[in-house]
């Protein structure tokens, strides 16, 4: 067991205290369940407000914000992926699944930023109800379903966390490139954006698959850091996305219908 062994560490990845955060997210996760509550009353709130009034551009603004997250993601997904390549190639997949040892070292700080970054990304939601953009019900049940359900798990050390935080770095580097590139009206073709929906999709497909062989390995009886209580959460959030998300994709590029504001978290 081990962690990735990188060319270059950070002083800022070095001095990163994981027992410290880890015991702060014990004792506050279910704060998670507060930031929701707010955050639901804060965006339904801005819409009533927003109703009788004019839009806002914001356009510089969201650019702004979308393109930080996009340079936050791509740097997350460069510093995750030669870790869970490095897990599978010199240890195998069930080790990249079953042993948290992404909690150690680089991947370690990343993980942390992770976490809290989906209190950060509660912020995408302002932009649609202050633009008076469709609010749709899979962009903020996403957002407070991902949230709870990452700090929930980010104590239990959960050995598969490091596919569902690479993944979602991954994709979250493109996503809010594009978001980005839209407000600065840069012009993109349509595939585009069909991509990234189909890499989320993807990505649903994807966290479905690693809780199946997590189980397997637990009903065989073999280590796996991962708890069956954990598991179904899990298997029913990715569920729940990969409908959402297909609908979404289904009724914006094959049925045609009016377009649609979404963004993943």
């Known amino acids: 067991m081990g962690a990735h062994n990188y060319s270059y560490v950070f002083d800022f990845e070095e001095q990163f205290n994981e027992n410290e955060f880890n015991r702060y997210m014990r004792e506050h996760w279910s704060d998670s369940f507060i930031y929701s509550a707010?955050?639901?009353?804060?965006?339904?709130?801005?819409?009533?407000?927003?109703?009788?009034?004019?839009?806002?551009?914001?356009?510089?603004?969201?650019?702004?914000w979308s393109g930080g997250l996009a340079i936050f993601s791509i740097f997350g997904a460069i510093r995750t992926v030669p870790e869970i390549i490095s897990a599978i190639k010199n240890h195998s997949l069930e080790y990249s699944i079953c042993?948290?040892?992404?909690?150690?070292?680089?991947?370690?700080?990343?993980?942390?930023?992770?976490?809290v970054s989906k209190v950060l990304e509660l912020g995408d939601t302002l932009f649609i109800v202050l633009r008076k953009q469709p609010?749709?019900?899979?962009?903020?049940?996403?957002?407070?379903?991902?949230?709870?359900?990452?700090?929930?798990?980010?104590?239990?050390k959960m050995a598969s966390g490091r596919w569902f935080m690479t993944m979602n770095y991954t994709v979250?580097?493109?996503?809010?490139?594009?978001?980005?590139l839209r407000a600065m009206r840069v012009n993109i073709p349509k595939w585009v954006n069909m991509g990234i929906t189909f890499l989320q999709l993807l990505q649903m497909i994807m966290g479905l698959l690693i809780n199946i062989l997590a189980y397997r390995v637990l009903?065989?009886?073999?280590?796996?850091a991962h708890s069956y209580t954990n598991i179904r959460y899990s298997v029913l959030m990715y569920c729940s996305?990969?409908?959402?998300?297909?609908?979404?994709?289904?009724?914006?590029y094959v049925v045609q219908k009016p377009k649609q504001h979404v963004k993943d978290q």
Not at 42 to 56: D, E
Not at 135 to 156: D, E, K, N, S
Not at 241 to 252: G, Q
Request: contains cysteine; aromatic residues 30%.
């Open 135 to 156: 609010l749709i019900f899979l962009h903020w049940f996403h957002h407070i379903t991902v949230l709870i359900y990452v700090w929930y798990t980010y104590p239990q």
């Open 172 to 180: 979250h580097s493109l996503m809010y490139s594009y978001y980005a």
């Open 99 to 115: 042993v948290p040892s992404y909690f150690e070292g680089v991947t370690s700080f990343w993980c942390f930023l992770f976490t």
């Open 38 to 64: 707010v955050y639901l009353i804060i965006i339904f709130g801005g819409k009533h407000v927003m109703s009788n009034r004019r839009r806002f551009d914001l356009r510089p603004y969201l650019a702004t």
């Open 241 to 252: 996305y990969f409908v959402l998300f297909a609908h979404f994709f289904y009724t914006t």
């Open 219 to 224: 009903d065989q009886g073999s280590y796996c």
